[in-house]
């Protein structure tokens, strides 16, 4: 029996109940959020933050498709997805599931990844660009002529708290048992889901490549664990080289919360690194917040505090949406006005910021990963995927050439899930080459993932991919961007790495 229930005005969604036999399902948590694995039968990228009449309107068209969808009225469904398209051609969920279906009717053999996201909650911005690139990868995949396709489900743990994340592993583990054609995961952006799952996968011997989880837990953690961005103890010798040799910082006030892996790692990697680049170095203060909306209250009074021992940069171990709420704080004269505030890849969020940070986004220093100019700033001809993430989501040239973020222009999810998902597909490409598609398993994914290495690397959009015996990437390019006098991100330097694999060392 299916529930109908009311999400928004005309918006209409159909939620498949928890018992229902397949593991292709979907619940709804108490908070409200829908959470599981879809074939195209459920939506999840459902959020309208701009109010803007045509993504309500794909989402309405999304919602009837996928009520099409479950009772088997494809050439329908197919309609809809395609009305859903003309409204937001950037909606890589309505493409993904057209091209499964696509896929499913020519009849030709294909595998199977899951992206294991967030999709709903605070942070369905980072599952939205996941997908993007996760797109881009299959797209490209299944149009070179390979004598495979590959099929991709969606996962989507909500909020990502260590409860969700763990109980879809466990489903995605249940629908590996009965579809053989699933042979890896491509996810979860976040530290916290990601050591949440991680050994749930690995007991079942399914490959798993991130796109984002930094901590440094996570290194060793498991044979069947890859990322395509180093740990975090990476980027804490980088901004310590940068705080120290460059902001010749000897005053650094320092944010963290203790109970946050990536947080915390992230901090005490960085300390560690910038104690030990000069004598003279201090942390004259550390203030211990909580991550997410019932934390940021303390933000305010922490800065206070802070800035009352003059620091000369404040070192931010979090993410946007909190930092948002301490630059809004920033005095805007007196001695504390232009101090920096230096942090990492998680600053880098184009709807992580306020209107009331605005004003201080110039003082922000970060690090990336990914950076869709890094190839022309330094002078190389960029890979194919730029080209291609602007043709498959600005197909009738509706935007700004290079411009607009999420049609014509890439960001740094997008980019790091594509490489993640393009290291699974090589894999699979290096099993089938080996012993035939037919064999093809998860366990030859995971053995042919480790030949992804220094002496095989493989060309990413965001530099080398090669994987070390720890399942962390060698000699991963990282970024120093800022924003500049527009509020726009640019690039300042690239610190370290190698970024076009036949010109490194």
């Not at 030990?276 to 004259?284: E, F, L, R, S, Y």
């Amino acid at each position: 029996m299916l529930a109908l229930l009311a999400v928004g005005a005309g918006v209409w969604e159909f939620v498949l109940p928890l018992f229902a036999p397949s593991p292709i399902r979907v619940e709804t948590t108490p908070a409200g959020e829908s959470i599981g694995i879809s074939d195209g039968s459920f939506v999840f990228d459902i959020t309208n933050q701009s109010n803007n009449t045509h993504k309500s309107n794909s989402i309405y068209y999304k919602n009837q498709a996928a009520h099409e969808f479950r009772s088997e009225h494809f050439a329908s469904a197919k309609s809809l997805w395609q009305q859903a398209l003309q409204e937001d051609s950037g909606d890589a969920e309505t493409l993904i599931y057209q091209e499964d279906r696509r896929i499913r009717e020519s009849g030709k053999n294909y595998i199977t990844l899951v992206i294991a996201t967030l999709l709903t909650g605070a942070n369905a911005h980072v599952g939205h660009d996941d997908l993007q690139g996760a797109y881009v990868a299959q797209k490209e995949f299944n149009d070179s002529n390979k004598p495979f396709q590959v099929r991709l489900l969606i996962a989507n743990s909500g909020s990502g708290d260590e409860l969700r994340a763990s109980q879809i592993a466990q489903q995605i583990v249940q629908a590996a048992s009965k579809d053989k054609t699933i042979v890896g995961v491509m996810g979860w952006p976040y530290s916290k889901s990601t050591l949440s799952a991680v050994h749930i996968l690995a007991d079942a011997h399914i490959p798993m490549v991130s796109e984002t989880a930094s901590t440094d837990t996570l290194t060793k953690i498991s044979p069947y664990f890859f990322r395509v961005i180093p740990p975090d103890a990476s980027q804490g010798k980088v901004n310590a080289h940068y705080v120290t040799q460059l902001l010749h910082a000897k005053r650094v006030a320092l944010f963290v919360d203790p109970d946050n892996a990536y947080s915390s790692d992230f901090a005490d990697d960085f300390k560690r690194q910038y104690l030990a680049q000069g004598n003279d170095n201090n942390i004259v203060a550390t203030e211990r917040y909580t991550i997410g909306v019932q934390g940021q209250a303390q933000l305010s009074s922490l800065l206070t505090d802070a800035l009352s021992y003059n620091p000369d940069v404040i070192y931010f171990a979090g993410y946007a949406s909190d930092l948002s709420t301490l630059l809004a704080a920033l005095p805007t004269s007196g001695t504390n006005a232009n101090v920096k505030v230096v942090g990492g890849e998680g600053f880098y969020e184009l709807s992580g910021y306020t209107s009331d940070a605005h004003p201080h986004l110039k003082q922000l220093r970060f690090l990336s990963y990914a950076y869709p100019d890094e190839w022309t700033i330094a002078n190389l001809t960029e890979p194919h995927f730029f080209q291609a993430y602007g043709k498959d989501f600005d197909p009738l040239k509706r935007h700004n050439p290079r411009a607009d973020y999420g049609f014509t222009r890439a960001d740094n999810d997008a980019i790091l899930s594509y490489d993640a998902t393009l290291a699974l597909l090589t894999a699979s490409s290096y099993a089938s080459n080996d012993i035939g598609f037919e064999s093809i398993n998860p366990d030859q994914i995971q053995q042919k993932l480790k030949k992804i290495n220094d002496r095989n690397p493989l060309q990413g959009a965001s530099g080398q991919i090669a994987f070390g015996n720890d399942g962390d990437p060698i000699n991963k390019p990282i970024l120093l961007l800022s924003f500049n006098e527009k509020n726009q991100i640019q690039e300042k330097a690239q610190l370290s790495g190698c970024l076009q694999i036949d010109h490194c060392n």
